[in-house]
């Protein structure tokens, strides 16, 4: 990868600044799928609720990691911030602009600001256009004509993210999966965005590359100031890119903090049960006992009552059943540590501590929550 690419400068592009106020703020953001039978007559019988009152923030120059288990609505959370998706319910606000149910010539103004680096690299990209017409056109769209030419600047945006500038005459097709998700980087970079939502950016790449690409987009966040909501399965990868971690589980966010704070001192038993199946390095950490839930993700059809962790957490108990945690502080917990849980992990206690998880323990579901998670235990 060529180091010799000079990016284009912005203000303030000096790394994330949280004193102002935040460029994204999401607000109780809902998201449910409807579902129809009945015959005759088709009618609504349900929801599948993918988002269920997300509650996030982002400032200017800040990366915040999304991480949790495939289908607790990372990516359909993405989809509803660049207003891919219409929200059901909550409020998006953009640089202090309520955007949740903005028409499209409200928006106009405000899309070359947010891009998205989309998860499946072979379906996001136009296999009948070139790569140079592919990034070039976010800069036809939107009027915009860089110093030197379209066309340079597309080869620039080439080079920067490691392909052959000589490649802008070719197509999808001719390009692997790893160089293709880098050309959907270089599509993001087009317009120079205060806000890129990336959904799982070095998931397709080989892991010889991932350093790179994870390198590059650190180095366009510290050098213009773009701020990142960065979604991914590998927690290895969001410590190392995310200032702040933001933990879903089931649509719902139930811990956020600092990634130093949240890494070595979780309080949200779903998060330390994340954080204890990555592999470790050390032979002796390896050693150590897994936290391994019973049963199965709930459905989101009919997600349990009250906390919706309860039916797969060993410290689970009555009040876990009727009452939803709120996220908040809690004590011990450092500034701006929020959880979501009654009876949260002992924030003296070490990651790395030994802990067996007895399903015996679990508090016992109503019969609507064991339908709903195969009634296993």
């Not at 998706?85 to 405000?110: C, F, M, N, V």
């Not at 256009?129 to 009027?143: A, D, H, L, R, Y």
């Not at 920067?160 to 490649?167: R, S």
């Not at 949260?344 to 579901?365: G, K, Q, S, Y």
Request: net charge neutral; glycine share 8%.
């Amino acid at each position: 990868m060529s180091e010799n690419v000079t990016l284009p400068q912005q203000q303030n592009a000096k790394g994330p600044e949280r004193a102002g106020e935040p460029l994204l703020t999401v607000e109780g953001l809902q998201k449910h799928f409807p579902i129809y039978g009945g015959f005759p007559f088709r009618r609504q019988v349900g929801a599948v609720k993918a988002v269920d009152g997300v509650d996030l923030t982002v400032y200017p120059g800040e990366a915040l990691g999304l991480v949790g288990e495939s289908g607790c609505g990372k990516s359909t959370t993405g989809r509803l911030v660049t207003r891919l998706l219409e929200p059901t319910g909550g409020k998006i606000t953009y640089a202090g602009q309520d955007i949740t149910h903005a028409s499209r010539k409200q928006l106009a103004p405000i899309r070359s600001e947010i891009q998205m680096i989309f998860q499946d690299p072979f379906s996001s990209l136009n296999p009948r256009q070139t790569v140079g017409t592919i990034i070039k056109s976010p800069m036809e769209v939107n009027g915009i004509n860089p110093a030197g030419g379209r066309e340079n600047r597309v080869r620039e945006l080439l080079e920067t993210v490691g392909l052959n500038p000589e490649h802008y005459n070719r197509f999808p097709h001719e390009f692997s999966g790893g160089q293709r998700q880098r050309i959907g980087v270089a599509r993001a970079l087009a317009l120079e965005p205060k806000l890129i939502i990336a959904d799982e950016p070095v998931s397709a790449l080989d892991v010889s590359i991932q350093a790179q690409v994870v390198n590059l987009l650190q180095k366009v966040q510290d050098e213009l100031g773009i701020a990142f909501l960065f979604i991914a399965h590998d927690l290895a990868v969001v410590r190392h890119f995310s200032q702040r971690v933001a933990v879903m589980y089931l649509g719902k966010v139930v811990e956020v903090a600092d990634r130093n704070s949240l890494y070595t001192r979780p309080r949200h038993p779903y998060t330390h049960a994340l954080l204890s199946a990555v592999p470790e390095a050390d032979v002796d950490a390896a050693k150590k006992e897994r936290i391994r839930l019973s049963g199965d993700v709930p459905s989101p059809i009919m997600p349990p009552s009250g906390c919706r962790f309860r039916t797969r957490c060993w410290k689970a108990q009555d009040k876990c059943a009727t009452e939803e945690p709120p996220l908040v502080q809690l004590s011990g917990s450092d500034e701006g540590h929020l959880t979501a849980c009654h009876f949260p992990e002992d924030p003296t206690r070490p990651r790395t501590e030994d802990v067996v998880m007895d399903p015996a323990l679990a508090a016992p579901a109503d019969k609507a929550d064991d339908d709903s998670a195969d009634g296993k235990k």
